[in-house]
């Protein structure tokens, strides 16, 4: 069965400060890692990844995969209070079916 | 680009009533799923579709949930009767054939009394 385990479940912090959220997968015909932003009720698409090491940023939003180590992390710096979401992890395997993790609850303080 | 419509987007029902969810995905968004999201977990995929065929119903509860796509477009997901345990955030979600992303939609917040 296919499994994704994401840490912190929660995290507090300032704003100003950086963030790591990490994510470890386990999927049967991996093909790719995502990551989904949750505010409220939609996820919204942040990142795809498909190779190891290569680093995708997005303004203040950085994400790398290791195949090796089936995992992923997603780097935020200089966070906002906009920034306060739950961060979803999900990889991609058979019929580009995604599996997600519980997520991280992160919460920035003005 | 318009993205993925859903409606209605909050519903309250007492168990044993049914319910039904309506979604239209992305327009030429041939694959569309189904998911189920209770309060601190991750999204559940309950049914896939591409076009108007099913490609995974494997976690659909099939005694209680039925979700069809008529002319490959729009979807609806029902429940019929519902249980307490059904209430969830019901999310569909839409993405082309060749690519791993999928797009969302507002979501359906079910209550079941």
């Known amino acids: 069965e296919d499994k994704v385990v994401q840490s912190p479940l929660s995290l507090v912090v300032h704003e100003g400060d950086t963030v790591t959220l990490n994510c470890s997968y386990e999927v049967t015909n991996f093909r790719s890692l995502l990551w989904y932003k949750q505010e409220k009720k939609a996820p919204t698409f942040l990142f795809m990844l498909t190779s190891s090491g290569i680093e995708k940023k997005s303004g203040r939003l950085s994400s790398i995969l290791d195949k090796k180590e089936l995992s992923s992390i997603l780097n935020i710096t200089a966070t906002q209070t906009g920034d306060s979401a739950i961060y979803l992890c999900?990889?991609?395997?058979?019929?580009?079916?995604?599996?997600f993790g519980s997520g991280t609850q992160l919460t920035v303080l003005p | 680009e318009a993205g993925v419509a859903q409606s209605p987007r909050y519903k309250i029902i007492e168990k044993r009533q049914s319910v039904a969810f309506w979604c239209n995905p992305i327009?030429?968004?041939?694959?569309l799923y189904w998911y189920q999201q209770i309060l601190g977990q991750g999204p559940k995929l309950l049914i896939q579709?591409?076009?108007?065929?099913?490609?995974?119903d494997s976690q659909l509860p099939k005694d209680r949930f039925s979700a069809e796509r008529l002319k490959g477009v729009d979807s609806t997901l029902k429940i019929q009767p519902a249980k307490l345990e059904d209430s969830a955030v019901y999310l569909c979600a839409s993405s082309l054939i060749v690519r791993d992303e999928q797009f969302f939609g507002p979501g359906t917040r079910l209550t079941v009394l």
């Open positions: 579709f591409q076009n108007n065929g099913v490609v995974d």
């Open positions: 999900a990889p991609s395997g058979s019929a580009r079916q995604l599996t």
């Open positions: 327009s030429g968004h041939a694959t």
